[in-house]
């Protein structure tokens, strides 16, 4: 997409129009004045816009044609010698990090629940079903962005590709986020799909605790995970459940509690060390997928 194009549809990337800043870049909401199609342009920072112009844009007709629905769509690109973006398709209910920790808006535990399968059914293409394995490299709440329809759609993926050769880690390293980083890629720097794996078993535990894993009461002698899993082999799972999913209604509340740890087990079989004794994304959308028909049924009508 033409540079002029961006500009117009975003109003010159004005603030106003401004959806989010991360470690890559900035996020603008733009209006393509020929068809009125709202978009998301991604702007990416300047240490990462300059140079590479041929391989930047012959890396994003590679995303462009990624495709599955679950993945937020890249229409097209933008690539200059100073500023590189993409067009991406817009999500109106923003991300799932704004849900989750909102004051004027809640997630019901079928959503949350929808939501985990909608991200797992995302990354299983990424890493089993895509014609070239795809590592994400920074699954967190805020790369994940929600339709009209409440549907959770995964963003960002590649971006780490578009930049860096693979191999380059200790700058892939700057674009992830360390608290929902795998322990190997933080010590190590070893990149593979078990470290999304790992990524998803955080964002799991956090979305039914609507505990970060940088919460103040977690440090070196207690972490998001050890806390959920002292809860589950002590019985206590009631103490780590989001209080808002405590109060609403169900039909069998003990077969509620139960479907959140099996939630919570998976998780922990994301989440185990070393990498290879983790569970594929394949495994993880089978076991949800069992799973929804119990929670189906303990929810209310």
């Known amino acids: 997409m033409p540079y002029q194009q961006i500009l117009q549809a975003t109003?010159?990337?004005?603030?106003?129009?401004?959806?989010?800043?991360?470690?890559?870049?900035?996020?603008?909401?733009?209006?393509?004045?020929?068809?009125?199609?709202?978009?998301?342009?991604?702007?990416?920072?300047?240490?990462?816009a300059g140079g590479r112009t041929?391989?930047?844009?012959?890396?994003?007709?590679?995303?462009?044609?990624?495709?599955?629905?679950?993945?937020?769509?890249?229409?097209?690109s933008c690539c200059l010698s100073d500023f590189k973006a993409l067009v991406l398709e817009y999500m109106p209910n923003g991300s799932l990090e704004k849900w989750l920790y909102s004051h004027n808006k809640s997630l019901n535990l079928l959503q949350r629940f929808n939501i985990a399968k909608d991200i797992?059914?995302?990354l299983k293409y990424m890493h089993h079903d895509h014609t070239i394995e795809i590592v994400h490299c920074d699954i967190k709440p805020s790369n994940v962005l929600l339709d009209e329809d409440m549907v959770a759609h995964v963003c960002d993926f590649g971006v780490t590709n578009l930049f860096f050769?693979?191999?380059?880690?200790?700058?892939t390293k700057t674009l992830a986020t360390i608290s929902y980083m795998a322990p190997e890629f933080g010590?190590?720097?070893?990149?593979?799909?078990?470290?999304d794996v790992y990524s998803f078993g955080i964002i799991l535990l956090e979305k039914f605790t609507k505990k970060k894993p940088t919460d103040e009461m977690?440090?070196?002698d207690m972490s998001l995970k050890n806390w959920v899993f002292n809860s589950l082999y002590g019985d206590t799972i009631v103490d780590v459940i989001d209080l808002h999913l405590l109060v609403e209604e169900y039909k069998n509340s003990s077969a509620m509690k139960q479907c959140?740890?099996?939630?919570?087990?998976?998780?922990?079989?994301?989440?185990?060390?070393?990498?290879?004794?983790?569970?594929?994304?394949?495994?993880?959308?089978a076991r949800l997928e069992k799973l929804e028909v119990i929670l189906i049924i303990s929810s209310s009508p």
């Open 11 to 48: 109003d010159s990337l004005s603030e106003i129009n401004l959806l989010g800043s991360g470690g890559s870049g900035s996020v603008y909401k733009g209006i393509l004045p020929d068809n009125g199609m709202e978009i998301a342009v991604k702007v990416f920072h300047l240490q990462y």
């Open 54 to 76: 041929k391989s930047f844009d012959k890396k994003c007709k590679v995303l462009c044609n990624v495709r599955h629905r679950k993945l937020v769509r890249i229409i097209s």
């Open 120 to 122: 797992a059914e995302a």
């Open 165 to 171: 050769k693979r191999g380059c880690i200790a700058q």
């Open 187 to 195: 010590s190590e720097g070893i990149v593979s799909t078990y470290g």
């Open 218 to 220: 977690f440090g070196e």
């Open 260 to 285: 959140i740890a099996a939630i919570f087990y998976l998780a922990m079989d994301c989440l185990r060390n070393p990498s290879h004794e983790r569970i594929s994304m394949r495994e993880v959308v």
